[in-house]
């Protein structure tokens, strides 16, 4: 199994970052994906998750500003976030369901 982050980088408040994940070495379109991230000094913190379905969870902190989606022919989930704040900054993980799997993170930094 591998989960591979990318599109992490410095951004200013209220800019905007796609991050994505491309996963391989199980069945992705049959499975629960999750974006979770990890500030400094913190623990990690569930951001948002995309089920099998389609449908979709946020933390209450990125609602209405992050979304999540999925595309199953290049088994690629991605965590589209706009009006991005500085309590934002963290290191974004993609995890493969409950598995606990994920991947190596990618730094997301949002600063003037």
């Known amino acids: 199994v591998q989960l591979v982050e990318s599109g992490g980088g410095l951004v200013q408040p209220g800019g905007s970052l796609r991050l994505s994940c491309a996963a391989s070495?199980?069945?992705?379109?049959?499975?629960?994906m999750r974006w979770a991230r990890q500030a400094p000094g913190k623990g990690l913190e569930s951001v948002s998750s995309i089920f099998s379905d389609r449908s979709t969870t946020y933390a209450d902190p990125v609602k209405g500003r992050f979304t999540i989606s999925r595309d199953n022919t290049k088994n690629t989930v991605y965590l589209q976030m706009n009006l991005l704040k500085p309590e934002d900054t963290a290191v974004y993980y993609c995890i493969w369901g409950n598995t606990g799997v994920r991947g190596q993170g990618t730094q997301v930094t949002v600063s003037s």
């Open positions: 070495g199980f069945t992705f379109r049959s499975s629960t």
